[in-house]
């Protein structure tokens, strides 16, 4: 289950507490390792000066959770984050969304889209203003048919199984589709889901939303205070990398949740 080491990118700004909180909150739910990260530019002093003093910063959010807090260089924040992740053995590097963004909705800034187009480990982002609830509520697939959304819904419903809670899958059915075909292919990954883990069957469901776009379509799904979001990379993407398709992005910008994205391949 991914979440068994997580590394906060902090910065300054909302973006950073959202981060570094979410952070924490996965981490207390997994009872997994927490490291928090602040990335500077090579070969300036001064900024590696400026980054230690906002790691002193993100220490006093953490109201004495234990954390590793690094100083990592870095030509670019997503690059610094990744090679750091890979470094210290994380499994999931967390972001925020940078100001300006609309709130409860994840805005992708340049550190995310680096790390959702080339990372090597689990990439989650927080939508602005994101405060943890309490408890995690459930995990929600999107799902489309293909063997790194089957990977997807086996990690998700090990996850479920150990944090006990429920899973959700969805399949998006946009424009003129064969609903029918999709519905099929639901009904697959519901088996899938249920004898890949010890779940109650009542606690596996599955929906069809369906629009003339993606943010039509996620009009119909409801979604929980504390829910989590999975998404699959796309076929497109490296072996053991994140790359996260044009769809799945309009999903990421559209829903009210944090998003996890898996890197391919997370079997072989």
């Not at 950073?16 to 090579?42: C, D, Q």
């Not at 063997?147 to 996850?159: L, N, S, T």
């Not at 596996?204 to 009009?219: F, H, N």
Request: proline share 6%.
């Amino acid at each position: 289950m991914i979440g068994e080491h997580v590394l906060a990118g902090y910065a300054p700004g909302a973006g950073g507490r959202e981060a570094l909180e979410l952070a924490r909150a996965i981490a207390g739910l997994t009872g997994g390792r927490l490291s928090v990260a602040t990335v500077h530019p090579p070969d300036m002093p001064a900024a590696e000066g400026e980054a230690r003093t906002l790691l002193e910063q993100a220490a006093a959010f953490l109201d004495g959770r234990p954390a590793d807090l690094i100083v990592q260089e870095g030509r670019s924040v997503g690059r610094g984050l990744t090679l750091l992740a890979s470094r210290i053995g994380a499994d999931l590097i967390v972001v925020g969304s940078p100001d300006g963004g609309a709130r409860g909705r994840i805005s992708v800034g340049a550190a995310g889209d680096h790390l959702l187009h080339s990372a090597t480990e689990a990439v989650m982002l927080a939508p602005a203003g994101y405060v943890p609830p309490g408890d995690l509520d459930r995990i929600t697939v999107m799902y489309v048919r293909r063997p790194q959304c089957d990977e997807a819904v086996i990690r998700a419903a090990q996850a479920a199984e150990r944090l006990d809670v429920p899973l959700r899958l969805v399949t998006l059915a946009v424009g003129d589709v064969a609903a029918e075909r999709l519905r099929d292919d639901l009904a697959l990954a519901l088996r899938l889901a249920q004898d890949s883990a010890d779940l109650v069957p009542e606690e596996v469901t599955a929906e069809l939303a369906e629009g003339d776009d993606v943010a039509g379509a996620l009009t119909d799904v409801d979604w929980a205070d504390g829910e989590l979001l999975v998404c699959a990379s796309s076929e497109d993407a490296a072996a053991h990398r994140v790359f996260l398709g044009e769809v799945a992005l309009k999903v990421l910008r559209a829903v009210p949740c944090p998003v996890a994205v898996l890197p391919r391949g997370y079997f072989s």
